[in-house]
């Protein structure tokens, strides 16, 4: 079972308003589809099976929730907020599968709004029998970061990294790989660091994305994915391929 997530900086222009990179898009989608489909997918020259999607906001999502002041933890009651964050989040999710679908990747749609909650603690809940119900019956489902109901505060934003936590745990994944618009972590000198064990060790160099983000970009993903058991790999666009045929490209969270 692998977890990929499809950084939303990779697959849209982040710094300009619900604009897809469509040339990003469509490279992410022949490189899982060449994974998903022709048997040299993984190391064993096997194709992928257990394939599980989540992609993240980029330009959609991330400038509606600042405009209407929704983070992860900050929330709103506005319906008009719901229908315009989750709205572009599933325009997004729309250009995703359609893409995916025309390369013969299995797609299918599962929105967090309709199935996700946080407690009043902030703490998700994401049910994932309907994700592994439809892996073992042949498809790909694709999730996106998103709003959800929170006890006491609304409706929060739950971003695409934390989704991928919550179901590399559920689902038992035996590979983690995230996607983005950078080659892996990088140092002060703009080289990728091959292997983070410690949040401490690499503190200083952690920021948070460029562009308009309500997640906490490299930071918060890369404390997010220490807290996994299995390793957890941080790459490129042009890296997914390698990555699902097995390799650990970029940095691996240990
Ligand atoms: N040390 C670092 N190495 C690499 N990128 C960093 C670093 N510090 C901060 N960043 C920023 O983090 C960004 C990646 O995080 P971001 O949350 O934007 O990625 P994403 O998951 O692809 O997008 P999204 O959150 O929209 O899904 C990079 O584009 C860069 O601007
Ligand atoms: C901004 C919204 C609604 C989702 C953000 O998901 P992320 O891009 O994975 O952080």
């Known amino acids: 079972?692998?977890?990929?997530?499809?950084?939303?900086?990779?697959?849209?222009?982040?710094?300009?308003?619900?604009?897809?990179?469509?040339?990003?898009?469509?490279?992410?989608?022949?490189?899982?589809?060449?994974?998903?489909?022709?048997?040299?997918?993984?190391?064993?020259?096997?194709?992928?099976?257990?394939?599980?999607?989540?992609?993240?906001?980029?330009?959609?999502?991330?400038?509606?929730?600042?405009?209407?002041g929704?983070?992860?933890?900050?929330?709103?009651?506005?319906?008009?907020?719901?229908?315009?964050?989750?709205?572009?989040?599933?325009?997004?999710?729309?250009?995703?599968?359609?893409?995916?679908?025309?390369y013969d990747v299995p797609a299918v749609p599962v929105h967090p709004f309709s199935t996700a909650h946080r407690d009043s603690d902030g703490d998700l809940t994401l049910p994932s029998q309907q994700v592994s119900t439809l892996v073992e019956e042949g498809f790909v489902p694709v999730l996106h970061g998103d709003l959800v109901a929170h006890a006491g505060e609304g409706v929060t934003v739950v971003s695409g990294d934390e989704l991928v936590v919550d179901l590399a745990r559920s689902l038992d994944a035996d590979r983690i790989g995230l996607c983005s618009t950078v080659p892996g972590v990088l140092d002060d000198a703009d080289e990728v660091v091959p292997e983070i064990a410690s949040f401490?060790?690499?503190?200083?160099i952690l920021g948070?994305?460029?562009?308009?983000?309500?997640?906490?970009?490299?930071?918060?993903?890369?404390?997010?994915?220490?807290?996994?058991e299995p390793e957890a790999s941080i790459f490129g666009l042009g890296d997914i391929e390698p990555f699902l045929a097995g390799d650990e490209p970029g940095t691996t969270v240990r």
């Open 1 to 68: 079972m692998i977890v990929l997530k499809l950084g939303g900086s990779a697959i849209t222009e982040k710094d300009r308003p619900e604009t897809l990179d469509g040339k990003s898009l469509t490279a992410a989608a022949a490189a899982v589809s060449t994974a998903f489909e022709t048997g040299d997918g993984d190391s064993d020259g096997d194709a992928i099976e257990e394939l599980v999607i989540v992609h993240g906001g980029g330009s959609f999502g991330h400038h509606n929730a600042s405009e209407h």
């Open 70 to 102: 929704v983070t992860t933890t900050a929330g709103s009651h506005d319906p008009a907020a719901v229908h315009d964050i989750h709205g572009a989040m599933t325009t997004l999710n729309e250009f995703v599968l359609s893409r995916l679908l025309e």
């Open 200 to 204: 401490d060790a690499v503190a200083d």
């Open 208 to 228: 948070e994305s460029e562009a308009t983000d309500v997640t906490g970009g490299m930071a918060a993903k890369v404390q997010a994915l220490l807290e996994l």
